[in-house]
C-alpha cells in the first residue's frame, strides 16, 4: 500500500518560515504530480502548490512569492518551503501524490495532514 508520511509543521509568528517534507512508500507506478493542499477550519481543501513530473509548477496566489515547492521523484518526496508566513496560512497541510496507474487513470493519495499555525 501506498503511505504518505508529513513531517515540519509546527507554530510559529508571523514573517517566519516552516519547511514541509512528504515522503511516500510503497510506490509502484508512474508519479504525475505531487502538491500541496491545505484546509482551513470551516473552509473547503484548496491547492497551495503542485509540481508535475516533468516540472511545472502551479501555486495559488496567495503564496505565489512566499512558497516553493521542490520535488525528488529519485527519493518519492516532495518538499514546501514556506517563507514570509502570515496568520491566514494557519491550516492543515496535507501532501499529496498523482500516479499514473494507466493512462488516463490518475489516482490519488494523501497524506495525514500536519498542523501549520502562525501568531500575530
Known amino acids: 500500500q501506498v503511505q504518505l508520511v508529513e513531517s515540519g509543521g509546527g507554530l510559529v509568528q508571523a514573517g517566519g518560515s516552516l519547511r514541509l517534507s512528504c515522503a511516500a512508500s510503497?510506490?509502484?507506478?508512474?508519479?504525475?504530480?505531487m502538491g500541496w493542499y491545505r484546509q482551513a477550519p470551516g473552509e473547503q481543501r484548496e491547492l497551495v502548490a503542485r509540481?508535475?513530473?516533468?516540472?511545472?509548477?502551479d501555486y495559488a496566489d496567495s503564496v505565489t512569492g512566499r512558497f516553493t515547492i521542490s520535488s525528488d521523484n529519485a527519493k518519492n518526496t516532495v518538499n514546501l518551503q514556506m517563507n514570509n508566513l502570515k496568520p491566514e496560512d494557519t491550516a492543515v497541510y496535507y501532501c499529496?501524490?498523482?500516479?499514473?496507474?494507466?493512462?488516463?487513470?490518475?489516482?490519488?493519495?494523501w497524506g495525514q495532514g500536519t498542523q501549520v499555525t502562525v501568531s500575530s
Open positions: 509540481i508535475t513530473s516533468s516540472g511545472i509548477t
Open positions: 499529496k501524490f498523482e500516479l499514473l496507474i494507466y493512462n488516463p487513470l490518475v489516482y490519488a493519495y
Open positions: 510503497g510506490i509502484r507506478f508512474s508519479i504525475a504530480a
